[in-house]
């Protein structure tokens, strides 16, 4: 990418097609560190060819000889410690050891930082099952020893990226949403060190959300206010981890399995080295950790287009490789103690996550998510056309946010919490069913009637009602769960060869449904819309009866993102790069 950037706190070298960082701006927002400088006399030290020092360095120990050991070096690299944030979900349930060293490491920031104007919360179905919406910020804070592990010496911190999980109401599905940091979006109004509050409304790059007011730690809830203003969707918790955990915890799970389409080098991780420099990281699949993990998800240059697109791509990689790693070598303490150490003591959270004890419950109701659907996709995007920064593409963002909303995963099927429609079992009765005419109590020949009961929308539990009004005639009658649609308006009952008769027998307990003859066995129920209003459950928003709560099936989303997707048990060498070159 090519073109000149303005002022902001993504922009320096390793913001893409940057050119040139100067100054602070909006509410206090952190300029970039300068490329070379003493982050490149360091280098240049190290490899025995001057700089400062002419190559000697005083300093033995400490700072100065770590900054020899690790290569290469440079002012400003960028670093997804995020994945030390995500994988949380996965250890906060081994026992008591774990339990007192997590709550000694972890911190939290100000809750009244948080916006008082913010999106609803999401609903609980019937079972009282609800989706988690969690904020997964990666920060490259200057403070403390990151600048030691590539996070440059001037002060402040940036947001390097940042992924909305949307955790479904059955907490067997998960979807991770990348958000490009050099997206302009909207800023609100946010709260400052000092108390103040900045005014908002300003146009900016996303990531200088978290560098307002000029923190070390950065500023996690304003992130937080900008993302709910962003989607309208309520984010239920926040977590930020810094280089140190994200170092730390790649040596604690021995390593982490990436895979590279070709050899990096030295001036592909610093291009202003101006040479190809000495191999980093080789081409094909290896094990890292520590300072190559972290060349690794920052890495740009010298894959595809060296656009932050593409880093973004491989940053899912590796948070899904690294997310099996630790479910492959089993949540034993064992396993979990050094790693939720490592996490823990570079973790910032919400204060609804600011001990070990909710960490605990909010790990273990998410032990069942399973690696093939934990998703990965990256918001729709384009570049602008009057600078080389992005643009959320519309409508095509709004119906990924209106997908979360609605619980349905990205491939359009209905993921909540109610478990009888997925598993057989009748759900809590929420209101009596509606009087309908029924096959008399004592019809034996009823039983052995077998109906598969599907639901025909997005009511939550209206599979298990209609299996419940079944089961009272005396039918043999199953939950089967989610119908493929969910726009069914009338009530449909399909029958195959012979079954025409039982089928018209269980159409008197749905009045107004609809018969319809299929190659298939047996008979199914698909309940419809009419069934859920019938039953007081109410109808879809934005039509006739409107009930709170019930919401209009999403449009489907377009195939740039569902092509897209990365299932964490992707092959680690698949879809890690955007666009040619490189």
Not at 55 to 70: E, V
């Amino acid at each position: 990418m090519s073109g000149q950037w303005g002022k902001g706190p993504a922009r320096g070298e390793d913001a893409p097609g940057a050119l040139t960082t100067e100054g602070a701006e909006n509410g206090g927002a952190v300029p970039s560190p300068r490329s070379g400088g003493r982050a490149e006399a360091r280098r240049a030290a190290s490899q025995g060819k001057g700089g400062r020092g002419g190559g000697q360095d005083s300093g033995a120990g400490g700072r100065a000889a770590a900054r020899k050991s690790a290569k290469p070096k440079k002012n400003v690299k960028k670093i997804v410690a995020w994945s030390a944030a995500g994988v949380l979900v996965l250890i906060a349930g081994a026992g008591g050891a774990i339990y007192f060293k997590l709550n000694a490491n972890i911190k939290s920031f100000d809750a009244d930082a948080i916006a008082g104007d913010r999106p609803p919360e999401a609903k609980a179905d019937a079972d009282g099952n609800k989706p988690v919406n969690v904020l997964l910020i990666g920060s490259d804070s200057r403070g403390k020893n990151n600048a030691d592990l590539g996070g440059g010496e001037d002060g402040g911190a940036r947001s390097d990226t940042t992924i909305l999980l949307h955790v479904y109401a059955d907490h067997k599905h998960a979807v991770g949403i990348s958000i490009p940091r050099n997206t302009m979006v909207q800023l609100p109004s946010c709260k400052l060190p000092n108390g103040k509050w900045t005014k908002g409304g300003n146009t900016d790059l996303f990531n200088a959300a978290f560098s307002i007011g000029g923190s070390d730690d950065g500023n996690p809830a304003c992130t937080q206010n900008t993302v709910e203003k962003l989607t309208g969707i309520r984010v239920d918790h926040t977590m930020v981890v810094d280089f140190n955990g994200f170092a730390a915890m790649t040596k604690a799970v021995n390593g982490v399995d990436i895979c590279l389409p070709q050899p990096i080098y030295e001036g592909d991780i610093n291009p202003n080295l101006k040479k190809k420099g000495a191999l980093v990281l080789p081409q094909g699949k290896q094990t890292v950790d520590g300072q190559k993990a972290l060349d690794y998800v920052r890495l740009r240059h010298g894959i595809g287009d060296g656009s932050d697109i593409g880093r973004m791509k491989r940053q899912q990689a590796f948070m899904s490789s690294l997310v099996s790693k630790i479910k492959k070598d089993g949540l034993s303490p064992t396993n979990l103690l050094p790693l939720a150490d490592a996490a823990t003591k570079s973790l910032t959270v919400d204060p609804g996550l600011d001990s070990a004890d909710k960490l605990l419950s909010f790990g273990l109701s998410l032990k069942n998510i399973d690696m093939h659907d934990l998703k990965f996709v990256t918001a729709p995007w384009r570049y602008r056309t009057q600078d080389s920064n992005i643009d959320l593409i519309q409508p095509d963002a709004n119906k990924l946010w209106e997908t979360l909303k609605a619980d349905q995963t990205i491939d359009g099927q209905n993921a909540t919490g109610q478990q009888p429609d997925a598993s057989g079992s009748s759900p809590a009765p929420q209101q009596s069913a509606p009087a309908t005419p029924a096959a008399p109590a004592g019809d034996a020949a009823n039983a052995a009637i077998k109906v598969s009961v599907y639901n025909g929308t997005t009511v939550n539990g209206l599979a298990g009602k209609g299996t419940e009004q079944l089961k009272a005639a005396k039918f043999g009658a199953t939950t089967a769960g989610q119908a493929a649609n969910t726009k069914y308006k009338t009530t449909t009952i399909e029958y195959g060869t012979g079954q025409k008769a039982n089928a018209e027998k269980i159409a008197a307990l749905f009045p107004g449904a609809e018969l319809s003859s299929g190659s298939s066995r047996g008979i199914s129920v698909i309940v419809g819309q009419d069934f859920a209003s019938s039953a007081g459950l109410g109808t879809p928003s934005g039509t006739a009866g409107t009930t709170p709560g019930v919401q209009t099936p999403p449009q489907p989303l377009p195939t740039s993102v569902t092509n897209e997707a990365r299932s964490a048990d992707d092959d680690i060498c698949a879809n890690t790069t955007y666009g040619s070159g490189g």
